[in-house]
């Protein structure tokens, strides 16, 4: 019986994931191909963070997965400013394959967040 060969990446999954905030902005939580993704900058500053609704992506489960959404800020009323987004870095952790990185770019400049690797408190 031949052995089965795994990737040199040692990434095979059924699915890669990406943690976002959960709607009361407590914790974070896995999500798989999100139509919608909150995460907070660095230290848990809105600054440098991303509040993405109404995302549809191209592709997933890829090593780089591409999409369009609409970057609310976080603040009311949401802001609808169009952003091409694309979530790349996978890598396990927790159990899990996930991405590490989220680059949303828009008109206005391009704001790349450091995702969280197991789900958690914000």
């Keep these: 019986?031949?052995?089965?060969?795994?990737?040199?990446?040692?990434?095979?999954a059924k699915h890669t994931n990406i943690l976002c905030l959960n709607k009361a902005g407590t914790k974070y939580v896995v999500k798989y191909r999100p139509g919608s993704c909150a995460h907070f900058g660095p230290g848990g500053a809105f600054a440098g963070g991303v509040n993405l609704?109404?995302?549809?992506?191209?592709?997933?489960?890829?090593?780089?997965v591409t999409g369009r959404a609409k970057e609310c800020g976080f603040h009311l009323p949401c802001e609808n400013t169009k952003v091409r987004i694309r979530a790349y870095r996978r890598r396990r952790a927790c159990g899990r394959i996930v991405f590490t990185r989220l680059k949303a770019r828009s008109s206005f400049g391009t704001t790349?967040?450091?995702?969280?690797r197991?789900?958690?408190p914000a």
């Excluded at 019986?1 to 095979?12: I, K, S």
């Excluded at 790349?112 to 969280?116: E, M, S, T």
């Design 1 to 12: 019986m031949a052995a089965l060969a795994v990737p040199a990446t040692g990434l095979a």
């Design 53 to 64: 609704k109404h995302i549809h992506w191209r592709s997933w489960n890829r090593p780089s």
């Design 112 to 116: 790349v967040v450091r995702l969280k």
């Design 118 to 120: 197991c789900p958690g």
